[in-house]
């Protein structure tokens, strides 16, 4: 079987930019990963893995290099386009809210549903195939902040 990248850094550096003072986190990043590869991400609280995810999904800019997506520069997509090709999900606090752990699955969706927000049949299918993947069936009811989140423990 053919390897296939499917995402790819040239040069990347990563950090913050406020005002003319740039804090650089991570520099000369060259990565590539593979379709049908499981990658794990290891490290010490703030050595930048957090804000290397960011820059990949493009909620942050980087402070140089480039990032590509199917062969494709990420600063082409518009945001609709990149949101249906990836996602992140941090685990930084979520704020309180009302929704179950099914709601919250299916605003990855949010991207391929119609302007009122409603689920067609696909979109409920590949709700259903993520809740089967991730085994979560036994947790689609419970309020994400009061009962999930509280579950939660830090490592």
Wanted: glycine letters at 6%.
């Amino acid at each position: 079987m053919e390897s296939k990248i499917i995402l790819k850094t040239e040069n990347l550096s990563i950090g913050y930019a406020h005002q003319k003072v740039v804090n650089q986190v991570a520099t000369a990043i060259h990565l590539s990963v593979e379709s049908g590869k499981l990658i794990a991400m290891v490290g010490a609280n703030g050595v930048g893995k957090s804000t290397l995810l960011r820059t990949l999904t493009a909620i942050q800019n980087p402070l140089s290099g480039n990032i590509f997506l199917n062969g494709k520069n990420l600063n082409q997509f518009d945001p609709l386009a990149l949101a249906k090709e990836m996602s992140l999900v941090l685990t930084e606090k979520l704020p309180p809210s009302n929704l179950t752990v099914y709601e919250l699955i299916a605003l990855g969706r949010q991207p391929y549903t119609n302007w009122i927000g409603k689920l067609s049949a696909e979109d409920k299918s590949k709700i259903n195939d993520a809740i089967e993947l991730t085994q979560t069936s036994a947790l689609l009811e419970k309020d994400i902040t009061k009962s999930v989140m509280a579950n939660c423990k830090s490592f």
